[in-house]
């Protein structure tokens, strides 16, 4: 099973910062088969962004996700307030397996 | 328009069976995996299994073989979630969701297990 580890748990940052996420996993994750979700309380969590770099439907330009190896990288160039939230990245290579998620709050 | 819609909240006892449903609308069900994944309260997200309503093809986490039963019924395009015998560490927020990265998420079922 792949193990994904996403630092830092707690992100404090404000408004028009940038918040860079990392997911780091245990394996190799084929096809780049990495997504990253939103979830704010009390929702159901979001799809941001799959294959690793791809976003996903009317996902705003200001989050982008990167690779490199088995580092996976969610970027929010300029956060906007309802952009605060947990985030959590995925592998759905095989036995898909989430990461323990990383929450950006207002600093 | 895509739509995953879940079946209501439950509160059930220590021991009992229960069986939630997802029911998809808006796209070809047969054609799509629906995951299932747990949340337990205040914590974060795990994935439980998976199945292709086409043909029933279902996976498991490991975590969850022998926990849980994942069905579907493409005559009225529900996907259902299934436990024999209730735990009160069972009690948790329960999603469907499209495909094996989770494009469309249902609104979610509160299972409660408490004695």
């Known amino acids: 099973e792949i193990v994904l580890t996403q630092s830092p748990g707690t992100l404090s940052l404000s408004p028009g910062e940038r918040a860079t996420l990392s997911c780091r996993a245990s394996?190799?994750?084929?096809?780049?088969?990495l997504a990253w979700y939103q979830q704010k309380p009390g929702q159901a969590p979001r799809l941001l962004i799959y294959?690793?770099?791809t976003r996903a439907t009317g996902i705003p330009d200001r989050f982008s996700g990167s690779e490199s190896g088995t580092d996976f990288t969610l970027t929010i160039s300029r956060l906007e307030p309802e952009d605060f939230a947990v985030y959590y990245c995925?592998?759905?290579?095989?036995?898909?397996?989430f990461g323990q998620g990383t929450k950006v709050e207002i600093k | 328009e895509v739509q995953l819609v879940q079946s209501g909240a439950e509160v059930k006892k220590p021991g009992e069976s229960l069986k939630i449903s997802c029911k998809g609308s808006?796209?070809?069900?047969?054609?799509?995996?629906i995951a299932w994944v747990r949340q337990m309260p205040g914590k974060g997200l795990e994935w439980m299994g998976i199945?292709?309503?086409?043909?029933?093809?279902?996976r498991y986490s490991p975590s969850f073989q022998d926990q849980v039963t994942i069905s579907a019924d493409k005559s009225i395009s529900t996907a259902y979630l299934q436990w024999s015998s209730l735990k009160a560490s069972d009690t948790a927020m329960y999603y469907c969701?499209?495909?094996?990265?989770?494009?469309?998420w249902g609104q979610g079922t509160l299972v409660t297990v408490s004695s």
């Open positions: 969701a499209l495909d094996w990265y989770l494009d469309y």
């Open positions: 808006g796209y070809s069900f047969t054609t799509y995996w």
């Open positions: 995925q592998q759905y290579d095989n036995s898909p397996t």
């Open positions: 294959g690793a770099s």
């Open positions: 394996q190799s994750v084929s096809n780049s088969y």
């Open positions: 199945i292709y309503p086409g043909d029933s093809d279902t």
